[in-house]
């Protein structure tokens, strides 16, 4: 006699199914099977389309799910005397959501799917038991994601927080020593006298340029490390919004010139003075037009509007739109541009200079927006029909901003 039919298949089925009646439990037994499996064995193989439905009998059998390609299987759970596995695919009609793998020696009663849908048909019990026992599963897998994901986001947040430190602490070491060569430059060129050594004010002049472009590099670092940070306060007084844009416009047109592109404002009839830290307001929208300079070939044509909106929560506000015709963004890169040192494409390709074409940055520009946008409780994004560097479609940069920033007790 097989060892395995010694095992009471209706006491098992009732402990898996508290709700049958012993006739139920009769019928059920009679369309199972018992089977016993060595260590390792694979029961259920997620992807697979497979028609058995298991109850462990005896033993244990690990229950895995494939969370991230290239990493080990995560450990759901492990299935013990009573308890079910594989029923969820059956029900569905979908392919096994999970492996399930024997630990120990593993006795199982088996039904064919044929079967159990024929039982669950005839009783309700066990359509309501397997409910009530799949739902369970699931929100028990729901909620282990969910401290999965918390905990992974404390961590990131940690990453977060050390890489802004460093950001800070390097941009604090590079600021003296920059002073100094700025100094030093500045006293050779006193020494060598202008007209009589041209070459020797060529020298320094490239000093000179070289340690000022350091030096606005460095305060980006500087104001990311402080704006990237989401606990920044604000200091709130009416901004004149219009007259920010003109200044900024203005303060790019020689730049702008020198490479034949044309940048127009245009501002909407209404649009309300917000209230707001302009020091920050300036930075963002200085972030903005740059880039659409730097990104746009030369000839080309920026237009920056403004226009009164209502927020998200149905409250006043403005919205500023930084329109080009330069390269464009592809779809996937449209939101992570935003993320401090995020670059699309290879930066050995970028050449220098801050408003030179396609001119490199150390990618904190739009962090900085964000930041910006984030403190003001308002939100900025952008929008491109894709990188297209022959029809130069270009992009559109937004910025929302409140009339009123919320106050800072309010933060959720
Ligand atoms: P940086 O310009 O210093 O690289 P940013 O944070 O300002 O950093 O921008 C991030 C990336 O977004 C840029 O490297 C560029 O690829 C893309 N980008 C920003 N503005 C534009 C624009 N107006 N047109 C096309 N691409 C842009």
Redesign the pocket.
Known sequence: MDATSSYDKISLLRLAFKGLDDRELQDMAALTEIRTYPPGHVLCHEGAYEEVFYIVADGNAEITKKMIEGEEDRLLRVARRGDMVGEMALIQNAPRAATVRTLTECTVLEMEKRDFETILSRSPHMAMDIIRITLDRIRANDQTMIEELQKSNKVLRQLDRNKMEFIQVAAHELRTPLTVLNGYANVLRAMSGNETNAAMEEVVQGILKGTERIHEVVN?MLDVSRIGTETLKIAVVPVPLKRIIDDLIHNFEKAASERKIRIYAQHAEGVPIINGDPGLIQKALY??I???I???PDGSMILVTTRPVRMNDGAPGVEVA?R?R????DAE?LEL??E??????SVDL?SSGKTSYK???????????KGVARAHGGKTW?E?AG?DEVNFT??T?YLQLPVDPPKPNSEK
């Open positions: 980006l972030q903005l740059i880039n659409a730097k990104y746009s930084v080009d330069g390269i464009g963004i890169h541009i935003f401090k040192f995020y670059q699309v494409g970028h001119g490199g940055g150390p990618g904190l520009g739009l962090a900085i927006v952008a491109s990188h270009g992009s940069f």
